[in-house]
């Protein structure tokens, strides 16, 4: 099945630092990609995604791109805030009609200090 | 929308006892996933139901777990006998027929079994 693998954390920056978070997927076909962020105390919400090869997904200051060719979904940010500080997980989706069921990553934790 | 509504967002109880965690979804949405997170496992996917049918439910640790979708706006995830290694936060989460993938998730019900 499925598998993903995202760099282990926890990641500690400076504020305005660039923040990449490494993601790597196996899967069958093409998958559509999703990034989520879970704050502090929070359920996971959707940061952004991608649905086929080439694609950039971007969102509060944050991109990643479907790469095929690396199977990879790099999560990346110029200039990290505090409020930025949480944990962010890479999903992929497997491809086809009725896939709903998305595989998550471990995880890494973000922390901005100032 | 309020989004999706899981309570109670903390229980502490009695290792034995019965444990019942509730979830409304997000209204319109076919899809809803009972999720667990931990440390150690980082965040499992326990069943979901589509329609309010369960689909999967290999993910369901063992026959002490049952889950329930008596309608379109209400599931339960309950835990009989409950046992401290199930102290964790349980979340629920729904998707749109129309956007696999984008999960809107709850805040969780946090468990703690002593």
């Known amino acids: 099945g499925d598998s993903v693998t995202q760099m282990e954390g926890p990641v500690t920056l400076s504020e305005e630092a660039f923040l990449t978070i490494n993601c790597t997927y196996t899967a069958t076909g093409y998958p559509s990609l999703f990034w989520y962020v879970q704050y502090p105390g929070e359920g996971l919400q959707l940061l952004l995604k991608?649905?086929?090869?080439?694609d950039k997904g971007s969102n509060k200051g944050f991109e990643a791109t479907y790469r095929k060719e690396t199977t990879s979904f790099h999560l990346e940010k110029g200039s990290v805030q505090v409020s930025d500080s949480a944990v962010y997980f890479c999903?992929?989706?497997?491809?086809?009609?009725?896939?709903?069921?998305?595989?998550f990553g471990k995880g890494t934790k973000l922390s901005v200090i100032p | 929308d309020a989004g999706v509504i899981q309570s109670p967002r903390h229980e502490v109880t009695e290792m034995g006892q019965e444990v019942t965690l509730r979830c409304k979804p997000i209204s319109g949405h076919d899809y809803l996933f009972w999720y667990r997170q931990t440390m150690m496992r980082g965040l499992e996917l326990l069943i979901y139901?589509?329609?309010?049918?369960?689909?999967?439910d290999s993910g369901m640790p063992e026959d002490r777990f049952s889950a329930k979708m008596p309608n379109a706006s209400f599931s339960t995830l309950k835990i009989q006998p409950s046992e401290p290694r199930d102290s964790a936060v349980y979340f629920c989460?729904?998707?749109?027929?129309?956007?696999?993938?984008?999960?809107?998730f709850g805040q969780g019900t946090r468990l703690t079994v002593v």
């Open positions: 139901f589509n329609n309010n049918v369960p689909i999967d």
């Open positions: 989460a729904s998707q749109g027929t129309n956007f696999p993938g984008v999960a809107f």
């Open positions: 999903a992929p989706l497997p491809p086809g009609a009725g896939s709903y069921q998305l595989t």
């Open positions: 991608a649905t086929k090869a080439d």
